[in-house]
């Protein structure tokens, strides 16, 4: 079982806004920094956000990321068809001095 | 422009061994740690190893340990993973990924390879 807890999937319409949920513990999230990475189908992850909020050069502002005590959560807005894709949060395991990924989060634009 | 191409998968029996490959290019192999990560078929992600800049600092899976080794030749720019006593549930692609030592993140992935285990 991952250690970070990601719902398995959600779904909204083009132009919609949608958050998907990591949900860790006091020795995850609550001491390290989150990454979130997004998978096409058949592709290698891409980074998307790192150290909690920030976008690597070429992620449109529409992706947001942010963290509140043990919990992270990734915003997309004015979604895209194109964004349909499965969404991994990563953090560091400081009880295990391991990485770890959420179960990833399926996107659907309906 | 960055690089990271892993070479090394296939099929291989249980218990068997198997060594991945991951060349570096287009950036200072030297300044980054590196890590890799699998993804079982259909399956999620799973970090599996790092290792630091010189190679001085490796973690490991709890899962993997004693199994895996992960070590790195800064003088050819390259990665690698030995794999012994392989299991069908080591199936996976395989992904070579680039850490930059200032945050847990993995910012350029491999496009990866499979290592098939199985009789």
């Known amino acids: 079982q991952p250690v970070l807890t990601q719902p398995p999937s959600v779904s909204a319409t083009p132009g919609q806004k949608v958050i998907i949920s990591c949900s860790g513990s006091?020795?995850?999230?609550?001491?390290?920094?989150v990454s979130w990475y997004q998978q096409f189908p058949g592709t290698a992850p891409k980074l998307l956000i790192y150290?909690?909020?920030k976008r690597p050069s070429g992620i449109p502002d529409r992706f947001s990321g942010s963290k509140s005590g043990t919990s992270a959560t990734l915003g997309i807005t004015g979604l895209q068809t194109g964004d349909e894709a499965d969404y991994y949060c990563g953090t560091w395991e400081s009880s295990l001095s391991a990485g770890v990924f959420g179960g990833g989060t399926k996107l659907t634009v309906l | 422009e960055v690089h990271l191409v892993e070479s090394g998968g296939g099929l291989v029996k249980p218990g068997g061994s198997l060594r991945l490959s991951c060349a570096a290019s287009?950036?200072?192999?030297?300044?980054?740690?590196m890590n890799w990560v699998r993804q079982a078929p259909g399956k999620g992600l799973e970090w599996v190893s790092s290792?630091?800049?010189?190679?001085?600092?490796?973690y490991y899976a709890d899962s993997l340990k004693g199994r895996f080794t992960i070590s790195r030749d800064n003088t050819k720019n390259s990665l690698s993973l030995q794999m012994n006593s392989l299991r069908a549930e080591d199936t996976a692609v395989y992904y070579c990924t680039r850490e930059p030592t200032v945050g847990d993140y993995l910012d350029f992935w491999g496009q990866g390879t499979l290592v098939t285990v199985s009789s």
């Open positions: 290792i630091s800049t010189s190679g001085s600092h490796i």
């Open positions: 287009g950036f200072t192999f030297t300044s980054y740690n």
């Open positions: 150290e909690n909020n």
């Open positions: 006091n020795s995850n999230i609550a001491r390290n920094y």
